[in-house]
């Protein structure tokens, strides 16, 4: 049995499996991963968490891809977190990502994790955020947060990074649509991908316009993912603008509270969920509502009386 101080010592020194496994306990909330996440934790601090979102094929994938690269010539060593769809229509998208990430995974120094969108036990943000937090005690510099889509789930994970990237391509008005989806708020970095299919400085424009209107000073730039394209100039601007948000002392405040919310919430329900899975009063609440006994809310509301005296 490897138990979670063999594990957290071998993450600490650098160890993968150590590092993959102890990932694992954590992502299945098995007993005492709080106290691991609290061993974790002082060791945490030196990486920096970057959001990737767009729209589903506007080349997140292979942005990180180059992304990585870039990083890897600057010697920084980075860590990837794939969040992927669990929903039975996207399966192939899961395929696809692993293959086209295949060459930065073997590169050395690279981990590339994926995470289901569904069935995450505690919530797939807090789930991210422990994940990054492993990578961060791990050693790595950076680590890239890439997400399907922009629904609100994923706007929820990137919004747990340090800074986010907003990937539109041209030829699906997605500049617009983009922003429609409320994702302006969150990004650090417009990415106009595909730039060499027609109608990118269409995009660049249509952004800038909308970003007027705003007070974040946001920069918008294009790439080509598939030829590595300007993926220099990116990472240039990444680091700068990483190097400002040390300074942003607002931002750490939000992301804390908003952590220490969600944890109380998991916390606070699995506590209870544990304790009803042991004694059977699920069954019998369930039951007792079928009965016309009580009601869902008066049974909740009794309960937590209970509990608070
Ligand atoms: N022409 C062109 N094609 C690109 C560029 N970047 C990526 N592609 C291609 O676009 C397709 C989708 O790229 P991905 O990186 O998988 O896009 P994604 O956003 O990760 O896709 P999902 O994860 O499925 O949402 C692939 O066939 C890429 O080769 C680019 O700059 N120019
Ligand atoms: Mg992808």
């Not at 767009?54 to 690269?69: D, E, F, H, I, M």
């Not at 961060?136 to 510099?141: E, H, I, M, T, V």
């Not at 417009?190 to 400085?201: I, S």
Request: aromatic share 4%.
């Amino acid at each position: 049995m490897t138990t979670w101080e063999q594990l957290i010592k071998g993450t600490l020194e650098g160890n993968v499996r150590s590092l993959a496994r102890l990932i694992s306990k954590i992502e299945n909330r098995e007993k005492g991963w709080q106290d691991a996440m609290t061993q974790i934790y002082p060791h945490c601090g030196k990486t920096k968490v970057i959001g990737i979102t767009g729209s589903p094929g506007a080349g997140k994938s292979t942005l990180t891809n180059a992304v990585t690269a870039r990083l890897q010539k600057l010697d920084k060593s980075v860590g990837i977190i794939a969040v992927d769809p669990s929903s039975p229509f996207s399966g192939g998208a899961v395929l696809g990502d692993r293959l086209r990430m295949r060459d930065v995974g073997t590169l050395p120094g690279v981990y590339i994790r994926s995470m289901a969108t569904r069935g995450m036990l505690g919530g797939l943000c807090q789930g991210a955020r422990d994940v990054a937090r492993i990578l961060d005690a791990f050693g790595k510099d950076v680590v890239l947060i890439e997400t399907v889509g922009v629904g609100q789930d994923e706007i929820e994970v990137v919004k747990t990074a340090d800074m986010v990237l907003v990937v539109c391509v041209p030829g699906q008005g997605d500049g617009i649509q983009a922003i429609k989806a409320g994702v302006m708020e969150i990004a650090d970095i417009y990415v106009v991908n595909k730039a060499d299919r027609l109608g990118a400085d269409e995009v660049v424009v249509d952004i800038q316009g909308m970003l007027e209107l705003s007070e974040k000073k946001v920069p918008v730039l294009k790439t080509i993912a598939s030829e590595h394209k300007g993926i220099q100039e990116l990472v240039d601007e990444m680091l700068l603008c990483m190097n400002q948000q040390t300074l942003n002392d607002h931002f750490r405040h939000e992301q804390i509270r908003e952590e220490v919310l969600s944890l109380t919430q998991q916390m606070i329900f699995q506590s209870i969920y544990d304790k009803w899975q042991a004694n059977g009063f699920l069954a019998q609440a369930i039951q007792d509502v079928l009965d016309g006994k009580t009601d869902p809310y008066t049974l909740v509301k009794d309960y937590l009386g209970m509990i608070e005296k």
